[in-house]
Each structure stands twice: as C-alpha cells, then as structure tokens.
T-cell receptor
Framework: NAGVMQNPRHLVRRRGQEARLRCSPMKGHSHVYWYRQLPEEGLKFMVYLQKENIIDESGMPKERFSAEFPKEGPSILRIQQVVRGDSAAYFC????????????FGPGTRLTVT | AQKVTQAQTEISVVEKEDVTLDCVYETRDTTYYLFWYKQPPSGELVFLIRRNSFDEQNEISGRYSWNFQKSTSSFNFTITASQVVDSAVYFCALSEASNYQLIWGAGTKLIIKP
C-alpha cells in the first residue's frame, strides 16, 4: 500500500528557471494539500485541492506559484521564475476528507535555488 | 485566530530518561482536532496521533503517551524511557472543523544522547 509519493526528492534550479513538483496521493485519497517548510521552521499551508478543483489557495503567493490536481495524474506545484527565497522543503499531504482526517505526508521535495 | 505554540525549541536528554514535549493551542471552534507528527533527520513527516476536542481521554501507545487538557488548552506528549531513535523534530498541529488547514507549531527538536 503505497504512501504519498513526491518527486523529485531534490531539485536544484538556477534563478529564473521553473520548478515543477509532483505529488501522487495515497490510494483512495482525493484531498491534496501542499505545505512549505523553511529551514528550522514549521510547515506553512499553501494550497488545498480536490480533483480538478482548487479549494483554497490562500497560503500561496499570488505570483509565480500555481497548483493543479487533474482528473488523471499527480498534483503539480509549479513555481515560475524561481528566486533564492523559494529554497525550501515542499511537502504534499493527502487525506480522505477534511478536518478530522489525518493528513499523510510525502517525503518532501527539497528545492534549492542557486 | 488559531495558533499552536511549542515553547520548547530544543530538548536534550540522556537515553532512558522520560521527556515531555509541550503544546498549547488557541482556537475559537468548539470542534477541533489535534495532531502530533515526528520529523526524523531523514526529513519525512510521520503521523503519530490525532485527538478530537470532545475526547479528553489520555492515550498511551507503547512508550508514547499524550495528555490532552481542554482547561489549559494543552496537548502534551511524553516519551517514556527515551531512545536514541526518538531523536527528531516533533510538531504539534491543529485543525478546526470549520477549516481544513493544519496549523503547525514551530516544532521541538528532541536530542537523545546515548
């Protein structure tokens, strides 16, 4: 029973390039969340998606960041024109539902912007 | 507004000692859920426990126990007879029934010395 899958695990991009982070939720889970963790800090909510819908993107920067969760395939977090401040660990989580349901996390993608 | 405070930034103990990690939360909702996650040095996030606001029973799982007290808005985590493998960053998180975002504490880094 595979858990939440994220790839790549490590991603290095130069300033100005695009970063694409992928997340496949646990089997049977249709709720996906993205979080960002800066070094030595807790996680910060970015976006919540269900299949083909963005439910809440209030934690995501208005520019350069976008997320999708298509009917088929993984959820994608896309960062355009990356800057050094985007360097962080990006975690994807999935759950059966909202609120009371625990979120299971993937191993994270560590993005380094040089 | 909702908030989770983990006042202990870092705790260091010698193996076999008992250690308690504190978590204090703020919420206006009457229905909410509390979580603990473990983040070992490898970086993944491991779900440990979920507690509902209407269930104040303490929980024990092996060497781990959790003390939930609504009167003090605390959800503390105790590791009995600590082991080196318990070394990790531990996060407390809150989810409200009216919301779905996990609100995270800043984490407590636990170091268990042999």
């Amino acid at each position: 029973n595979a858990g939440v899958m994220q790839n790549p695990r490590h991603l290095v991009r130069r300033r100005g390039q695009e970063a694409r982070l992928r997340c496949s939720p646990m089997k049977g889970h249709s709720h996906v969340y993205w979080y960002r963790q800066l070094p030595e800090e807790g996680l910060k909510f970015m976006v919540y998606l269900q299949k083909e819908n963005i439910i809440d993107e209030s934690g995501m920067p208005k520019e350069r960041f976008s997320a999708e969760f298509p009917k088929e395939g993984p959820s994608i977090l896309r960062i355009q024109q990356v800057v050094r401040g985007d360097s962080a660990a990006y975690f994807c989580a999935s759950s059966l539902g909202q609120g009371m349901y625990e979120q299971y996390f993937g191993p994270g993608t560590r993005l380094t912007v040089t | 507004a909702q908030k989770v405070t983990q006042a202990q930034t870092e705790i260091s103990v010698v193996e076999k000692e008992d250690v308690t990690l504190d978590c204090v939360y703020e919420t206006r909702d009457t229905t909410y859920y509390l979580f603990w996650y473990k983040q070992p040095p490898s970086g993944e996030l491991v779900f440990l426990i979920r507690r509902n606001s209407f269930d104040e029973q303490n929980e024990i799982s092996g060497r781990y126990s959790w003390n939930f007290q609504k009167s003090t808005s605390s959800f503390n985590f105790t590791i009995t007879a600590s082991q080196v493998v318990d070394s990790a960053v531990y996060f407390c998180a809150l989810s409200e029934a009216s919301n779905y975002q996990l609100i995270w504490g800043a984490g407590t880094k636990l170091i268990i010395k042999p």
